[in-house]
Every structure is written in C-alpha cells, then in structure tokens.
C-alpha cells in the first residue's frame, strides 16, 4: 500500500520552507547590498587612477572643476554631443577631461544609485541625445580645481572623488561638489576671474564665505546614506574606503535634518558672507 503525505505533514513542511525563507532572504538583500558597496568602491578606485594618470601627463595639475557657469560646473558629457556653448571649455571640465583614461562612461554611475534626476535625463534640448547613457553619481571635489598634487598636504584625507549626487544620478552632465560662493562675488560665474580658474581663499575679498550643493527634482539633495548611512570616498593619494557621514574622512561633516550636507572644510559658524573655509579643517596648505 503506497503511503502518501497527510496535510499535516505538508503544512509542516511548509512552514519550515517559509521559515527557512525567512531567515534567509535578508541575508541575500544584505549580500546584494554588500555586493553593490564593493562594485562602488571598485569604482571609485579607478576614478582615482584615472586622475593620478592625468596628472602624470598634465605637469602634476588637477582638471577643471569650476570654470563658472554660476559654480554647478553643468556641462554636458561626453563634449561633443552638444556642439555649441564653448565646446572647448565642455572638454576642459573633468569628466571629458579624464574620459580617455577611463573609457568607461557607465563607471561614473554608482550602484547605489535608485534615482536619476529626471528633468535632464540626458537630453537638453531637441537634438541632444546622450548616446552613451553617461549618468554621473560621483562628483569631483570642487577644491581641487587645476590645484597641483604637491600642494595637497594630507592627500589621505583629501577627498577627490565622492557620491556627490546621493542616491541620484545626473544623466548627460558632469557636476563638481560643493559650489563654492565668494564673499564679494558671489556663486562662481563665467570670466569672474581670470581663465575662469578659482583658487580657494579663507581671507580676503574672495574668500569661500558660503557653499551649496546641487538642488532639484528626483531626491539629488536628500539621501546620502548611499550605504550604511555613508559612503565609499576616494582620496588623493590614490587609496578608496567607506566613510560614514559625520566622520573624518567623509566629506559630509554633519547632515542637516533634511539629509543635506551642513559642512564641506567650513566653519559653518563663519559661513555668514564672512570668510569661513577653515585650514585646520582642510587637507590643503594655506595659499
């Protein structure tokens, strides 16, 4: 006589499977995002090695992450897929300028990215397509703009490359972090100074007296907890790491109750269209 399961012993069976799964499918969620930290870190690795190439063949200089347009550094990527607007300035700004060192446009999108900023979505205008699907999430530091390597001091806690746009993307253009406002000139502007090339001051007329961050639609300035409430950063001396938010190596000093970066190398208490960029905060020597 052929014996066959009761439903008891189904149900058993069952709730043992749905228990199992239970236990289970965090750890899998878990892996996933572990998986994904690795990927992010992974990049930023060869983001910094892209620009320590550059460097080797660019008399030690860093590239151009402010030359105006109001200090958002909104310039479309790759260059030429917008062929008006100063298309040599557009191949001056880092993320055409280190392309032929990475060769990789979707290196620039983190993993941990759920949001892209969708009112660009790579398309400018009628006619602008962005035909390699370049979504940046990592910003460059703004302070490194054209700054040569030797004049990093701590290069291992000068941040270069970090998930400036959160857990947002920013599809067609590349974007430098934070925008910096001068105390007599304001947010960084085209042919405010010569060669459009600002050099961080903490005295004097055009001193750093504020800083921004780039706001929009899509979550852009929100969520900074890309992963376990911070993020992978990547330094100056080539080397990248997790960085909670609010510690040494972040570059988000403390969040706002919004989840907005409050600092950025500033004495926040200063920032009153004062001078407030802070030497003892920052990796850099004084100029």
């Known amino acids: 006589m052929k014996r066959a399961f009761t439903l008891i012993e189904l149900l ?15 750890v899998f969620a878990q892996a996933k995002v572990a998986a994904k930290k690795t990927a992010d870190l992974s990049n930023n690795k060869q983001l910094n ?10 008399d030690d200089s860093m590239p151009w992450t402010v030359p105006g347009d109001n200090g958002t550094t909104l310039f479309t990527t790759p260059w030429d897929r917008d062929a ?8 001056e700004i880092f993320g055409n300028s280190l392309a032929p060192y990475i ?30 699907n370049f979504a940046q999430s990592y910003t460059m530091n703004s302070y490194l703009n054209t700054m040569a390597g030797s004049m990093i001091t701590a290069p291992a ?10 857990t947002t993307d920013l599809p067609g253009f590349t974007f430098a972090m934070p925008l910096i406002y001068t105390k007599t000139d304001g947010w960084l502007a085209p042919n ?31 969520n900074y907890n890309v992963f376990s409430g911070g993020m992978n950063v ?22 706002n109750a919004d989840g907005t970066m409050a600092a950025f190398w500033v004495n926040s208490t200063d920032c009153t269209l004062g001078c407030c960029y802070s030497y003892t905060l920052s990796p850099f020597r004084t100029q």
């Open 84 to 91: 008006t607007a100063n298309p040599t300035l557009r191949q």
């Open 157 to 166: 806690a000068a941040v270069t490359f970090w998930a400036g746009m959160g």
């Open 12 to 26: 058993v069976v069952i709730a043992i499977i749905a228990i199992l799964a239970a236990i289970l499918f965090p």
């Open 192 to 222: 405010q100074f010569s060669g459009d090339d600002y050099v961080f001051l903490n005295s004097g007329a055009n001193c750093v007296a504020l800083w921004g961050w780039f706001g929009g639609a899509g979550g852009t300035t929100a």
């Open 234 to 255: 990547a330094s100056a001396d080539g080397h990248a790491k997790f960085a909670k938010n609010g510690s040494f190596n972040s570059p988000i000093a403390a969040t």
């Open 49 to 58: 090695l892209s620009i320590i190439m550059y460097q080797t063949d660019s």
């Open 103 to 132: 060769k990789n446009w979707n290196m620039w999108t983190s993993p941990g990215k759920t949001v892209d900023w969708l009112p660009f979505a790579g398309n400018p205008g009628p006619g602008f397509p962005n035909p390699t």
